[in-house]
């Protein structure tokens, strides 16, 4: 099963679909092609493919949603047409079409982790590459889909910009056990890859570790320094000048403010306080 979603970049495309399709069933699959129509209804899609191998035409926003829907016997092959990749970039895929498609008629298997987000009424949501805790998901809250369809990547730059002049970042306590960091920005990372090609955890190894790292941001302003800065443009993980701890779960709240908002692999989703914890070996990929 191919879903497709046509809001995502160059996936809003027919022909990439039916060049993709042509291309898996020269390698021996049966394929069916299904495009999305609303928000999470790739979830419903993936939960009723069984133990079929599961494409995603689309971004991360799209594979988030697959994988919330995908059982422990499917597998899951990527297309990268979205605006960052980040979980392709993590498999090493290739980001050309074609190859990316060769790769899921010939690539090697293999479990990974999920990362599993709980709000304050219970529910959870599983992610793919990382948690975003307060500066970076407010630069996703402020892109809009028409600024992200025309400046693509850029488009997140520039608001990051714009939300460190304008918004203010209250404390939040991040907590794994009995220890509690008070940090101003926290990203809990299931993947070594950030945004795109950057890096923010520091293991290339995390997706299958059976752990999270949770990098933390003391000051949102740090950013734009020019060592941490520097290091950010030369794809250098930002725990090396930022504090970091591993965990299997930890959960963080921000005491006396009414909107930290999370985001989860570029998509917000809700508000502190939440839980964080892995799940391990949870689905099958084509790497």
């Known amino acids: 099963m191919i879903i497709g979603n046509p809001r995502s970049g160059r996936a809003g495309s027919r022909g990439y679909l039916e060049q993709c399709a042509k291309i898996l069933r020269s390698g021996g699959f049966s394929v069916e092609v299904m495009n999305t129509e609303s928000p999470d209804h790739a979830t419903e899609l993936a939960s009723l493919a069984g133990d079929r191998l599961v494409v995603v035409a689309g971004g991360d926003g799209t594979v988030n949603e697959v994988v ?5 016997e499917a597998t899951l092959g990527i297309l990268p047409l979205g605006t960052a990749n980040v979980l392709a970039r993590e498999l090493g895929l290739p980001l050309d079409l074609e190859r990316a498609c060769e790769r899921i008629v010939r690539g090697e298997r293999a479990k990974i982790d999920l990362g599993v987000a709980t709000n304050r009424e219970g529910v959870e949501r599983r992610f793919a590459c990382m948690a975003g805790i307060g500066f970076d998901a407010h630069v996703v809250r402020a892109v809009t889909p028409r600024l992200k369809r025309y400046l693509r990547g850029l488009a997140f ?6 939300v460190l002049a304008e918004e203010d970042f209250p404390w939040v306590h ?10 101003r920005f926290a990203i809990v990372a299931n993947a070594h890859h950030y945004g795109g090609d950057l890096r923010a955890a520091s293991d290339p190894g995390l997706l299958a570790s059976g752990e999270l ?3 933390l941001v003391g000051h949102v302003s740090v950013l734009l320094r020019p060592g941490i800065l520097g290091s950010v443009l030369a794809r250098r993980p930002l725990d090396r000048s930022m504090r970091f701890f591993r965990a299997r779960e930890l959960r963080a709240c921000a005491p006396g403010a009414d909107d930290v908002p999370v985001q989860l692999d570029g998509e917000v989703w809700g508000s502190l306080p939440m839980s964080f914890r892995v799940e391990p070996r949870a689905i099958e990929v084509i790497r």
């Open 68 to 72: 919330n829907g995908l059982n422990r």
């Open 157 to 162: 730059v520039l608001m990051a910009f714009k």
């Open 174 to 183: 991040v907590i794994q056990g009995d220890t509690t960091y008070v940090t």
């Open 213 to 215: 790292e949770a990098v």
